[in-house]
């Protein structure tokens, strides 16, 4: 074999994150997944009121600007009984939606695109070719030739200036890229729009929480009082503000990002032919019909499939302590009985432990494989290794019956001309978050209809203060706060004692799919997908790892965080 390839950073991505790859010549034989900072936000909840926990958890990250919040609040909620008014559960999957519909469009055009996007070949498009390839695949308004000649000339000038800006560091003419000059071109005018587009549906969150990001939350329901005539309240004007927003999304959806997706892809069929990986899907389950958490309502369901069984849906429960279990025999953690012993979120630690031998070594040249090497848990789920994500609750929803999510796999596999296989791909896992945003976007206008009769009937109510009182509180109790964050299977697990938080545990999608090897030597998510049939056309960039890690939609900051190993104190930047 020859030398290890490493990628340190991946960009493109929140966090830090190190891939090392020991390649057979040009193709990937083993693949190892690092994430290079140190996690620790959990000990900082130790003692604090638990109805505190969400305001703190939502920092974890600056792109997962809402899920924690949400997974905290539902933590407590499920400990303390609380059963949330139903306006309550609409506005929060309105704001769910809101943050799937934005986080994807957002990925793919900016994060994820320009993998298979070759910014300079734009160059050389012609525009009324540009425009005749956007109105054969879609009415966007916007597909003129005198729009895509202005975009290329914005382009041209940014390239001629010698400072390509967001754009730097790209594989530019990398002879993996395949678009024409055309194709290349509309997909960077509209990686322009989005970046408008967004600021519009990042608004949603504002008018039900207050600002974006990071909105507000309360246990009990949402900080959202109901009142039409009131202009400190949800008013008619707000609420035709949200009806606006959801409108906007569903034409950027149905005109742009959907066609784009297919056109794109048209070009990289062989990708549905790698970057499956372990083949085991984990969905929590999310976005219930009613005030209570209860699966049987929810939209995304709850299961496991295991080895592409799409036949048989496994049951998940979150409190049993056989089911779900963090592993750190190849991390730099360390628990009380040792690092080989998986615990259950409810028993977790959060202890550092360096170099794999309870030093404080600074880690690294290379990784070493026989000790720990990132700090990422190995979380697993009855002892198998899972991905999370997008594709796994497209094969949780095709496999329990959901209509919409076959007719549209169906639409899709037809019209690139690729087997049901394709799914388990780098292309199946890209092309599954596209179609998830289609169903998201076409829910939120239900979820707003709804609101809109409760309102009609007269009921405004959005908060359950029967539990606000800690002296109504047992003594101890013990809560798991879920939902389907747009990256996957998101979980927070709580400990509540004489009122005050004994013992906080989060479990993050990235943590799922980017952690390392666990004490039987089963890779995570990243690792086997990397292991599944890659050949870099030039080890000296390797795109090809872009693509398939870049598919899961990596968030490093939300697996791992600073903080110094005696003082507890976290990263302080200084500018003298």
């Excluded at 597909?143 to 754009?167: C, H, M, N, W």
């Excluded at 203060?465 to 996957?488: L, Q, V």
């Excluded at 479990?507 to 990397?530: F, H, M």
Aim: proline letters at 6%; a negative charge.
């Amino acid at each position: 074999m020859s030398e290890r390839l490493v990628v340190d950073p991946i960009t493109r991505i929140e966090g830090h994150l190190r891939i090392e790859a020991q390649m057979n010549g040009a193709a990937i034989a083993q693949a190892y997944s690092s994430g290079t900072m140190v996690r620790g936000i959990e000990t900082i909840l130790r003692g604090r009121d638990p109805r505190d926990a969400w305001a703190f958890v939502q920092r974890i990250c600056g792109v997962c600007t809402l899920v924690h919040g949400i997974a905290s609040v539902r933590a407590v909620e499920d400990a303390l009984g609380i059963e949330l008014p139903p306006n309550a559960q609409l506005i929060r999957n309105l704001m769910i939606g809101a943050q799937y519909v934005h986080d994807h469009v957002m990925h793919f055009y900016h994060l994820h695109a320009l993998d298979w996007v070759d910014l300079v070949s734009a160059l050389s498009a012609d525009p009324k070719a540009t425009a005749e390839l956007a109105q054969s695949i879609s009415h966007w308004p916007k597909s003129s030739p005198g729009y895509f000649a202005d975009t290329r000339k914005r382009l041209q000038t940014l390239v001629e200036s010698g400072q390509l800006g967001i754009f730097a560091n790209g594989y530019w003419g990398h002879p993996a890229y395949r678009l024409p000059p055309e194709a290349n071109l509309m997909a960077v005018a509209h990686y322009l729009e989005a970046l408008a587009w967004q600021r519009d549906a990042a608004r949603l969150h504002a008018v039900f929480g207050g600002k974006n990001p990071h909105p507000n939350f309360v246990v009990g329901g949402v900080p959202s009082p109901i009142d039409l005539d009131s202009d400190s309240a949800l008013n008619a004007k707000r609420l035709a503000e949200v009806q606006g927003i959801i409108r906007s999304m569903q034409r950027f959806v149905d005109q742009v990002y959907v066609p784009d997706t297919l056109a794109i892809a048209g070009f990289y069929k062989d990708w549905g032919e790698r970057g499956e990986g372990l083949g085991n899907f984990l969905c929590y389950g999310d976005l219930p019909d009613g005030g209570l958490m209860d699966p049987a309502t929810f939209l995304f369901p709850r299961g496991a499939i295991l080895d592409r069984d799409l036949t048989r849906v496994q049951e998940v429960d979150l409190h049993d302590p056989e089911q779900i279990q963090e592993y750190i025999a190849h991390s730099w953690y360390d628990y009380k009985t040792g690092k080989e012993r998986g615990l259950h979120p409810y028993d977790g630690e959060t202890k550092l432990d360096y170099d794999g031998r309870g030093g404080v070594k600074p880690p690294y040249r290379h990784l070493d494989l026989e000790d720990g090497y990132s700090w990422l848990k190995a979380p697993r789920w009855k002892g198998h290794a899972m991905e999370v994500g997008p594709l796994a609750r497209v094969l949780l929803l095709y496999a329990t019956g959901h209509e919409p999510t076959r007719e549209l796999v169906g639409m899709t596999l037809s019209r690139l001309g690729v087997p049901v296989a394709a799914l388990y791909s780098t292309l199946g896992r890209t092309a599954a978050r596209t179609l998830e945003t289609k169903i998201l976007v076409d829910a939120m206008q239900g979820w707003y209809d709804a609101l809109i009769a409760n309102i009609k009937a007269g009921e405004t109510r959005t908060f359950d203060d029967s539990r606000w009182d800690p002296a109504t509180w047992p003594a101890e109790t013990r809560g798991a706060g879920y939902m389907e964050a747009p990256r996957g299977a998101l979980g927070h697990w709580i400990r509540i004692k004489n009122g005050r938080i004994d013992n906080y545990q989060a479990v993050v999608p990235s943590t799922w799919n980017a952690g390392p090897r666990d004490a039987e030597g089963q890779a995570g998510a990243y690792e086997a997908a990397l292991e599944d049939n890659h050949q870099l056309a030039d080890v000296q960039q390797p795109l090809e790892i872009l693509r398939t890690i870049h598919s899961f939609d990596p968030c490093i900051a939300c697996a791992v965080h600073l903080t110094h190993p005696e003082t507890g104190e976290r990263l302080q930047v200084r500018v003298s």
